[in-house]
């Protein structure tokens, strides 16, 4: 990769735009890459790192005015350009971009609006219990230069990939996973088509030979993906001979390569994932290691010894005589309702944060007829959501369900006092954590700390 990325930058004057943990570990691979004229980095922020001599800053609200001062441009993610892509002169790249460059053939790539971390993770340990050469990086919080020197001609790199990681993305992976699509993101994007159309670079770009899973209302028209297409639907698919997999229950169907069909029977009483969602989950990476010759048997086990990732309707504990669940990861109104579809004994949930102006319809017409006997409705999002119902008038049976609250400190009091003796509290709050919290994980952590009487610390004005 080195040789490629000195051929991309010699001679040329280089800004790294962003300087977070992909920014920083772009730097050495620059440096030791060579031949570059110059080496800048752009950042809103004060940048108070030691960097090698010649390596100019550029920090402040103004950061954004100096990409076409440049010849090639890394840039991070999370930042969003102010103007189209092509209306740059500089030629605007990034880790994964290269990444794909170089190994493209051997990466499995797993995107969609919500699953795509456990999905990722999980596949990697399968991979990894089957005795694979596998590597894990991408939107999980590792770049992928980070991995880049460990990759040999036997590994296959397992990422996680975000729909900004994907927004410019002109080449796809070899093994393409497309989860699911929800209204989401539409603070960065505008419209619903411009996030639809980032996503959809997990597959546009794919080539005769690859491989895409992706479920059955998502699978691209004819002619517009070169791959081979896995198509997932649920148990209610209209004709399940329409679709390769199938989720009916805890069993996952599908068709084998004669034809005939077959079923896999997820040990759901063995397994800490929980969820109707994650065994949807479970079935794409099941597929996808069925063609890597994972067997059943190592699968199942594979599945047992697996440690979901935090703040995803994580049980955490006993407390009050109320059971307690973190679910800080949900953004949207689908993983709310999936998360209440799950414990069937929740008595309260938990529900706000950041208005990003998303779509709560549906959460409010599931709410509406819901037993759930407790809705705690916090922050920005929670407010506007208490009103929307207000005005359902009828429609939403027992408004009195409602607890309009300020903040997450007077939501998880409020659930102490409501919430029955040996029922469940979950937060669950369909919505972003910025502005409030660091991210969903700090989210998460200061719920956790609240709910045993620990003092939660000041995070306003962070960002996610």
Not at 285 to 295: D, E, H, I, L, P
Not at 341 to 352: E, K, M, R, W
């Amino acid at each position: 990769m080195i040789e490629y990325i000195h051929e991309l930058i010699n001679g040329k004057k280089v800004l790294i735009l962003g300087f977070g943990r992909e920014g920083k570990s772009t730097l050495p691979f620059l440096i030791k890459a060579s031949g570059a004229g110059l080496i800048a980095i752009a950042d809103a922020r004060p940048i108070n790192a030691e960097l090698p001599d010649g390596v100019i800053t550029i920090t402040g609200e103004d950061y954004l005015n100096c990409l076409n001062d440049f010849d090639v441009v890394f840039k991070s993610p999370g930042i969003v350009l102010d103007r189209e892509i092509d209306e740059y002169t500089c030629n605007i790249v990034s880790q994964m971009e290269v990444f794909f460059g170089c190994y493209r053939d051997r990466i499995i790539g797993i995107t969609g609006t919500k699953g795509k971390s456990t999905t990722t993770t999980l596949l990697y340990h399968v991979l990894k219990s089957a005795g694979a050469d596998v590597m894990l990086a991408g939107n999980i919080g590792i770049p992928v230069f980070e991995i880049a020197d460990m990759m040999k001609d036997t590994t296959t790199a397992v990422l996680e990939l975000s729909c900004h990681q994907l927004e410019y993305m002109d080449v796809s992976a070899h093994h393409a996973v497309y989860l699911n699509l929800h209204e989401e993101h539409l603070d960065h994007y505008g419209t619903m088509a411009k996030y639809t159309a980032a996503k959809e670079n997990i597959y546009k770009n794919q080539i005769p030979g690859d491989e895409l899973y992706c479920l059955d209302t998502l699978a691209p028209s004819a002619g517009k993906c070169s791959a081979h297409i896995n198509t997932f639907g649920r148990k209610n698919v209209s004709d399940r001979n329409t679709v390769d997999f199938y989720l009916d229950g805890t069993d996952i169907c599908y068709k084998k390569k004669d034809g005939t069909s077959a079923i896999y029977k997820i040990p759901a009483d063995e397994i800490k994932l929980i969820g109707e969602h994650n065994y949807f989950d479970i079935a794409f990476v099941y597929a996808v290691a069925k063609n890597f010759g994972v067997t059943d048997e190592v699968f199942s086990q594979a599945l047992k010894t697996y440690e979901p990732l935090p703040h995803r309707l994580q049980f955490i504990g006993v407390q009050d005589k109320i059971k307690w669940y973190d679910d800080s990861i949900s953004t949207i109104d689908e993983t709310t309702i999936q998360a209440l579809n799950t414990l069937s004994d929740a008595d309260t949930v938990i529900i706000g944060g950041m208005d990003r102006g998303i779509s709560y319809r549906e959460l409010e017409e599931y709410l509406a007829v819901s037993p759930v006997k407790n809705i705690i409705l916090m922050e920005a999002s929670g407010k506007r959501i208490f009103e929307e119902i207000k005005s359902m008038g009828d429609a939403f049976e027992r408004a009195d369900r409602l607890y309009p609250t300020e903040h997450l400190e007077d939501a998880v009091e409020m659930a102490r006092k409501l919430t029955g003796e040996g029922r469940s509290c979950v937060m669950s709050p369909a919505a972003a954590s910025y502005g409030i919290f660091k991210n969903f994980e700090d989210r998460g952590e200061a719920f956790c700390r609240l709910v045993y009487g620990t003092a939660v610390n000041e995070n306003s004005g962070a960002e996610e």
